[in-house]
């Protein structure tokens, strides 16, 4: 792992003597190389061991009797810091709070939709799901499975357009005394402007006060793209990254909230309904740091 | 995308960018420039469009020449289709269903994701646009007992394939890939040499991951093919040059959509030549 790495390159220059600037850079290419392998972005990872280098110079990383570990601290603490500074608030404020679903395809959101059901209906709010995927087959079927298994309603209309379900979801949950919607999207690709424009639509009906970007933790370089996209036209108020029960090194995480600049809410780890979990940034640092 | 440039460090790097950001990985890209930059030295090269042509060569050279989904010479033909949670296998095998119907074919699909919510009913919709049989027991029934059966229905209806849907699961999970083992044992103790294909469907957008996959599906079920789904975005897939190179694993088939269509076959020099537009 790196931390091995790192060691091994002090551990040859300073058998040589006084380490230089130029070690450092060494160290830097063995960081730079960690986190490729971890599938950050190339981009990001450029600017990211740039402001490694900047700390390593300045912390005086060569007088360090330990400069391995003082680097690896530093990548650390870069890493944890870039994908920290904010808690896992869910914003429910609102009577009816709507929490809206968007992502790729099989990213986890139907899943996800139903792991929020359980979790604020745990919390004494009485949730509706919304089954807003009238495209991939028995989308509508996998949703109420979920909410049954959850004790959660579905809202669902059958041969209708999303928004016109949304509007309609909408209404039934304010004459059934529903305080939070939570929908569920179809998975698009980003570069469909039609269902992207569709996504647009939507939230101009919902005004939700959670717009979540589901994220699949083993996405490679092209995630960046992809949040990018999705951030563009929506404005997502957060991001929750799935599938981090295997052991994909998850550099996605770093390189989406680099370039989206919005927090990761949740993480979840498991297909079952009770695996979702607030996102916690160090875990994630040193997870990418394998 | 190097026309009319020179050769410089500048472009070996910016070569080197387009290679990672296509998942090509950190490894199987730093090998590929240090041939490219030997081949270019021995051929004496001097322009950006040549080092382009070269690179795609050295490229289409890993992934080998088109392998193609070939029928078995016995039937039925049982096709076993695995991979981790929601890369695109449910849909594959209904793509697959199709084009094997409209060949004349008589397709049996087997609901072998007796765990995921409304998983049969997802598959029991692509049996009909694919005019397939379906079968499949309750929610929560024993997976091997579904393949059972559908080997049976297969010998007994004289069905030219058999495609078995499985559940996603990550390959992390040892318990899930004994499942698998099981379900692979089931289907060769009831029809020699079957399954004659295990497909492992991949997403493109995947990482470095995919290697890891693709190791221990191999491993688990002796995986023969790669069904790359979703290039229809803009992920590039690379990552099945590292399996190719490590594995011997090639892609057969792409996934291009969510149609019925959107299935094709996999060819290397499109394939490389995609990497670079
Ligand atoms: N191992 C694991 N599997 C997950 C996790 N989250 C979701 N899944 C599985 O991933 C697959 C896809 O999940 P879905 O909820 O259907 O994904 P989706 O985004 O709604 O898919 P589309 O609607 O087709 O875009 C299913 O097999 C889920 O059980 C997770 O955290 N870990
Ligand atoms: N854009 C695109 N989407 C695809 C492609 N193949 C599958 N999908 C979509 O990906 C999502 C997941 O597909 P599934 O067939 O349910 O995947 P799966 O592997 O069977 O999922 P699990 O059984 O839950 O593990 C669905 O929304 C599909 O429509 C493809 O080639 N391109
Ligand atoms: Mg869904
Ligand atoms: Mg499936």
Known sequence: ?290 | VLKGKSLSPELFEELEEILISADIGVGSTMEIIENLKLRCAKEKITSGDEVEEILKDEMAKLLGEKEQLKPAPTTPWVIMVVGVNGVGKTTTIGKLAAKFGEEGKKVILAAGDTFRAAAAEQLEIWAKRSKAQLIRHEEGSDPAAVAYDAVQAAKNRKADILIIDTAGRLHTKTNLMEELKKIRRVISREIENAPQDVLLVLDATTGQNGLNQAKVFKEATEVNGIVLTKLDGTSKGGIVIAIKKELSLPVKLIGVGEGIEDLQEFDPKDFVNALFS
């Open chain 1, 1 to 290: 792992n790196l931390a091995e790495k790192l060691q091994n390159t002090f551990t040859n220059l300073k058998r040589r003597g006084k380490l230089t600037e130029k070690d450092v850079e060494l160290a830097l290419k063995e960081v730079r190389l960690a986190l490729l392998e971890a599938d950050v972005n190339y981009k990001v990872v450029k600017t990211f061991t740039e402001k490694v280098r900047t700390r390593a110079v300045g912390e005086e990383v060569l007088k360090s009797l330990t400069p391995a570990q003082q680097v690896i601290k530093i990548v650390y603490d870069e890493l944890t810091a870039l994908m920290g500074g904010s808690t896992a608030q869910l914003d429910l404020s609102h009577s009816p709070s709507v929490i809206m679903l968007v992502g790729l395809q099989g990213a986890g959101k139907t899943t996800t939709a139903g792991k929020l059901a359980k979790s604020i209906k745990e919390k004494g709010r009485k949730p509706l799901l919304v089954a807003c995927d009238i495209y991939r087959p028995a989308a509508i079927k996998q949703l109420q499975v979920v909410g049954s298994q959850v004790g959660v309603e579905v809202f669902s209309l059958e041969g209708q357009k999303p928004t016109t379900i949304a509007q309609a979801a909408y209404k039934y949950s304010n004459q059934n005394g529903f305080d939070v919607l939570i929908i569920d999207t179809a998975g698009r690709l980003h570069i469909d402007d039609e269902l992207m424009q569709e996504l647009v639509d939507l939230k101009k009906i919902l005004s939700p006060q959670e717009l979540f970007f589901v994220a699949d933790a083993m996405t490679g370089q092209d995630a960046v793209n992809v949040a990018d996209s999705f951030n563009q036209r929506l404005d997502i108020t957060g991001v929750i990254l799935t599938k981090l029960d295997g052991d994909a090194r998850g550099g996605a995480a770093l390189s989406i909230r680099e370039v989206v600049g919005k927090p990761i809410k949740y993480a979840s780890f498991g297909e079952k309904l009770d695996s979702l979990e607030p996102f916690h940034p160090d875990r994630m640092a040193s997870r990418i740091l394998g």
